[in-house]
């Protein structure tokens, strides 16, 4: 074949591909949201005279047309796959893979963020609490304190990120438990740590606010696999995790509300629709709610507890309830601090503020 010809297919080729990849782009359906990322895919932009004139609808068109194109999911693992294997590069989005865990880089530690943090939990403590009141701080390390150094990536001074908020928070007792904690207490696909691992911490946090737990516990494993939020963000081929959770007495027993929504619901929410949802995990008390109150009607004490938190909390917190008579869940991302007087009596409870490192370091997301 003549080298004119060789152009010539070339040429027909391209236009072929080029019209048949906008014939898709036109014709296909287009999704709202992305499962795999969890999170809202940009809409066709308006078109108007304002928009072409500053050049800002191009720009939202050209974002709207990422997030639309064919076979998006499938092209992002290719690109994912000979970013790390083929060129080398040390992580895709942001996420990387190491020793089989998934996780997400954060570093360094942002210290002007750490002030914010214990300046509104400070807040907190001179607006409601009182002498009578025992407060507690704790500290969750994210996975990255168990795989980025050992993996060679970028890692914070894990030991100094907590002496920071130990130092500052001088309104609380620092319970440490850094320590009972390891690569295998979290999720090789998410962000959180497992429940049926934590056991150990949730008795350490007990007994240092004064309390003892309940050993009747029971395990259970869900059917369904679990593909957390960086599964979904890598788009690397990963195999999944399983969802396992922890009954007892206390546990079956107990009745929670939920403020925001105004409604009771189950401690664990294992139907089918929640647990192969956007985001299985928030099958435990369904997720980072604004306030939810567990009460424990069989306690053997009269104790209560305020805990502040973040998602991680969703999970320890009914390991706890066998110690308390009654929880208020807050997460003050969601719901200011202000309006907690018209539905917690913060008188003569415990108060824990419960935060991991991945909130701490961005605490601009706190109220």
């Not at 999170?39 to 928009?51: D, I």
């Not at 990422?66 to 895709?92: G, M, Y």
């Not at 994210?142 to 100094?160: H, R």
């Not at 719901?335 to 605490?363: A, E, K």
Request: glycine fraction near 6%.
């Amino acid at each position: 074949m003549g080298t004119k010809k060789k152009d010539f297919v070339l040429c027909i080729l391209f236009a072929l591909l080029f019209a048949g990849g906008f014939l898709l782009c036109l014709l296909l359906p287009k999704d709202k949201y992305s499962e795999s990322e969890r999170r809202l895919l940009l809409p066709m932009p308006e078109f108007g005279a304002a928009g072409v004139w500053s050049g800002r609808f191009m720009s939202d068109f050209e974002a709207y047309a990422v997030d639309s194109f064919p076979f998006r999911n499938f092209l992002r693992s290719i690109k994912a796959v000979t970013a790390l294997h083929i060129f080398c590069k040390q992580d895709n989005n942001g996420i990387y893979a190491a020793e089989d865990f998934l996780s997400a880089m954060e570093y360094p530690v942002n210290e002007a963020s750490l002030k914010r943090a214990v300046g509104r939990f400070r807040y907190i403590c001179e607006k409601y609490l009182t002498d009578e009141n025992q407060v507690y701080l704790s500290v969750i390390p994210d996975k990255n304190c168990f795989l980025a150094k050992e993996g060679g990536y970028l890692s914070m001074d894990y030991a100094d990120f907590e002496y920071q908020m130990e130092e500052q928070a001088d309104f609380a007792t620092y319970i440490s438990i850094s320590d009972l904690l390891e690569r295998d207490d979290y999720y090789r696909t998410d962000t959180h740590w497992r429940q049926e691992k934590i056991m150990d911490v949730a008795e350490r946090l007990a007994l240092s606010m004064g309390t003892t737990l309940s050993e009747d516990y029971e395990i259970h494993t869900l059917e369904q696999d679990f593909y957390g939020v960086y599964y979904g963000q890598a788009a690397l081929p990963f195999a999944p995790d399983k969802l396992m959770y922890v009954t007892g007495e206390d546990i079956c027993s107990c009745q929670v509300y939920d403020w925001q929504n105004q409604r009771e619901m189950p401690v664990y929410n294992i139907s089918d629709e929640e647990t192969t949802g956007r985001d299985p995990y928030e099958m435990f008390l369904s997720g980072s709610l604004s306030l939810i109150t567990i009460k424990n009607p069989y306690a053997q004490t009269d104790k209560k507890l305020v805990m502040f938190r973040d998602s991680f909390g969703s999970s320890i917190a009914p390991l706890l309830i066998s110690g308390y008579a009654q929880i208020d869940l807050v997460d003050i991302r969601y719901i200011h601090p202000d309006h907690l007087g018209q539905f917690i009596d913060f008188n003569h409870c415990d108060v824990l503020f419960l935060y991991s490192t991945l909130v701490l370091n961005n605490s601009d997301t706190i109220k």
